[in-house]
C-alpha cells in the first residue's frame, strides 16, 4: 500500500492513500531504507512500499542530483550575466584555480572550470566575511579572541568597496571602514564545504575480539619523556578507542597519575579524583565489590559522562584465610562497532535507541543524587544523523522509562534535509514500551556476543586507558583483595591534546576557528 509522507512541520495525523490511520511502527522499517535517499527539495507523493519504493526513490533522487548538478544555478556564466553581479578582478593571471562573482551583499566562488567551488554551497555573505576576518585587528593574535564586534554597526555590513583575487586567497576593502581583509583559499574551501568543526572521524578503526591479537601499546618511559610519546598514545586512543600503556611503575600510585595527567588534569567527582581503591565498598556502588560486572559506561548520569578513564591493578592479593586470589578478568567492547552491527540488522531499532532520552542517576550515596539535565539516549548521533558519537550504556543505572519522550522528531538525510516528521507520543503505550525493550534486548545480545568480547587480565605495571564515550568496560567476579588505582579525564582536555600533539598548530586552529 503506498504511504503519504509529510512535509516538515505538518501537524496532521499520517495516513494511507485509503484513508486510514497510518501505523509508523509498523512501515518503519521500509521507509527509514527509503527516506535517506530523499533530496529534500520535492517528494513523491505515491510511495511504493518495501524495496521497490527505496529503489525508485534512490532512482528519482540520483536522477534530480544529477540535474542538479548541471543546472544553470551554480554555472558561473548563467550568474555572470544577471544584473546586479559583477566578476571579481583576478590579479592572479588565472593561476589562482578561482573565479569570483560578487553581489551587494555576497561573494559567490567558482572553480576556474566554472562549477561550483563548495560540497555544501558556494557563497558567502559580505556580513559573514567581515565577522570572520582574521587579521590582527579583528583577531587577538595571542588569545585567538575576537577584537572585532559585528554587531557594533548596523546590518547588513554594506557592499565591498574592492574585491580582487590573488594567487593565495581574495582579498577585500570594505567600503565604510575602509578595513582590508584577506581569506586564503584553505579557508574559503573551509567553509564552503561545512567542516566548520568537523573532527576527523574517518581514521576510526571499530574492533572485536580480534584485538586481542595485536592491542594498541604503548610505554611509560614514551609517553613521560616526550611529547611524541603523548602524540602515540592519544592517537591509538583516539583511532581505537583505548591503549595499554606497559612497564609503569607498581610500587606507587602516583606514577599512574603522572601518565594520566600527561593527557589532561585528572577530572573531579562525587567519587573524588584520582582513585585508589579496594572492593571494601568504601563508596556505594558495584565498582567497589568483587561482583561480575557487565560491559556499561561510567557515568551515564551526568550531563558530560566521562570521557577518557584509567584502571591499573596494583596488586590482587588472597584475602585472609583464602589460599589464592582468582578471576577480575576485564572486559572491553567497541560500543561504535557494537552501534553499527545493530543498525545493519534492524534501522528501525538502532534509532529507537537513538531517538528515545532515557533517564540516568546516581543515588546509591547519602547526600548524592546526580541526573543529567535532560533525557540521553543510548546511541548518541551527530549532527548528521548518521554518524555515532557517543554511547551512553549502563543497565544499572537506568529510570524508569515510560516510552514518552523523543530526542527529535525530525529525521534527516546525511545532507541535513528534513524527509519525514513523526508524530510525537503525547503518551506513553504498551506498545511504544516494548519497541524500546526490543531494541535494548537486540542490543545487550550483540554486546554479549563473544565475537565483540575483548577478555584480559590486568596486571601490575599495565594501565588501560579507553573512550568512555566508545568503548564499555566490565570484568568477572574475583577472590582476594585487589587494588586498583586511576581516574576520569573529561573529553574535551583530551580532544584538545590529541589535536595538538598529533596536528600542526597552524591545522588545528582552521579546524577550530578557520
Not at 524495496?51 to 526513490?57: D, S
Not at 572585532?148 to 574592492?162: C, M, Y
Not at 582513585?275 to 556502588?285: G, L, N, R, S, T
Not at 586507558?465 to 574475583?478: E, K, M, P, Q, T
Request: hydrophobic share 35%; aromatic share 10%.
Amino acid at each position: 500500500m503506498a504511504t503519504r509522507v509529510l512535509r516538515p512541520g505538518s501537524r496532521a495525523v499520517l495516513t494511507s492513500l485509503g484513508g486510514q490511520p497510518w501505523r509508523p511502527l509498523a512501515c518503519w522499517p521500509a521507509l527509514r531504507s527509503a527516506l535517506p535517499k530523499l533530496d529534500g527539495r520535492r517528494r513523491s507523493s505515491q510511495l511504493p512500499p518495501g524495496p521497490q519504493g527505496a529503489e525508485r526513490l534512490t532512482s528519482v533522487s540520483t536522477e534530480k542530483r544529477r540535474a542538479t548538478n548541471s543546472s544553470p544555478k551554480t554555472n558561473f556564466e548563467a550568474h555572470k550575466n544577471r544584473e546586479d553581479v559583477k566578476e571579481v578582478v583576478d590579479v592572479s593571471d588565472g593561476t589562482s584555480g578561482y573565479k569570483v562573482l560578487s553581489t551587494s551583499s555576497s561573494l559567490s566562488f567558482y572553480h576556474s572550470d566554472g562549477r561550483a567551488a563548495g560540497k555544501r554551497g558556494f557563497a558567502l555573505s559580505n556580513t559573514w566575511l567581515r565577522d570572520n576576518c582574521r587579521c590582527p585587528k579583528c583577531v587577538n593574535q595571542e588569545t585567538m579572541q575576537k577584537s572585532f564586534n559585528i554587531f557594533a554597526s548596523p546590518l547588513p555590513t554594506p557592499p565591498a568597496q574592492e574585491v580582487q583575487i590573488e594567487q593565495r586567497g581574495i582579498r577585500v576593502t570594505w567600503t565604510h571602514e575602509l578595513h582590508e581583509s584577506f581569506y586564503d583559499w584553505a579557508f574559503i574551501r573551509h567553509y564552503l564545504d561545512n567542516i566548520a568543526r568537523a573532527l576527523p572521524s574517518k581514521n576510526r578503526q571499530l574492533w572485536g575480539a580480534e584485538i586481542k591479537e595485536n592491542p594498541p601499546t604503548v610505554t611509560f618511559a614514551e609517553v613521560m619523556d616526550s611529547e611524541s610519546g603523548v602524540a602515540k598514545m592519544t592517537g591509538l586512543i583516539r583511532k581505537f578507542g583505548l591503549v595499554f600503556v606497559n612497564d609503569t611503575p607498581f610500587d606507587d600510585s602516583i606514577h599512574t597519575k603522572k601518565l594520566l595527567e600527561r593527557i589532561g588534569p585528572i577530572r573531579e567527582t562525587h567519587y573524588g579524583g584520582f582513585y585508589d581503591f579496594i572492593p571494601d565498598m568504601a563508596k556505594a556502588d558495584t565498582a567497589y565489590t568483587n561482583i561480575a560486572l557487565a560491559a556499561h559506561t561510567d557515568t551515564t548520569y551526568f550531563t558530560d559522562p566521562a570521557g577518557l578513564q584509567a584502571f591499573h591493578l596494583l596488586s590482587h592479593t588472597p584475602s585472609p584465610g583464602e589460599p589464592d586470589a582468582t578471576g577480575g578478568e576485564s572486559l572491553l567492547v567497541d560500543g561504535f562497532n557494537a552501534a553499527e552491527k545493530l543498525r545493519e540488522s534492524d534501522r528501525a531499532l538502532f534509532y529507537e535507541l537513538a531517538n528515545r532520552g532515557l533517564p540516568w542517576h546516581a543515588s546509591g550515596n547519602e547526600g548524592v543524587t546526580i541526573t543529567p539535565d535532560q533525557l540521553y539516549s543510548v546511541i548518541e548521533l551527530e549532527n548528521d544523523r548518521e554518524t555515532v558519537q557517543k554511547i551512553r550504556w549502563n543497565n544499572d543505572d537506568r529510570g524508569a522509562f515510560t516510552g514518552a519522550h523523543h530526542i527529535s522528531t525530525k529525521d534527516t538525510d546525511r545532507h541535513g534535509l528534513n524527509v519525514l516528521v513523526l508524530p510525537l507520543p503525547k503518551k506513553s503505550s504498551p506498545a511504544r514500551q516494548m519497541l524500546w525493550y526490543n531494541a535494548a534486548s537486540k542490543w545487550e545480545q550483540i554486546l554479549r556476543g563473544k565475537e565483540l568480547e575483548y577478555w584480559f587480565q590486568l596486571k601490575p605495571g599495565t594501565i588501560v586507558i579507553f573512550d568512555n564515550h566508545r568503548v564499555l568496560h566490565g570484568r568477572s567476579a574475583f577472590t582476594g583483595l585487589r587494588r586498583i588505582c586511576g581516574g576520569y579525564i573529561s573529553m574535551d582536555d583530551f580532544v584538545s591534546r590529541w589535536r595538538n600533539t598529533n596536528l600542526p598548530r597552524e591545522e588545528v586552529l582552521a579546524q577550530v576557528i578557520g
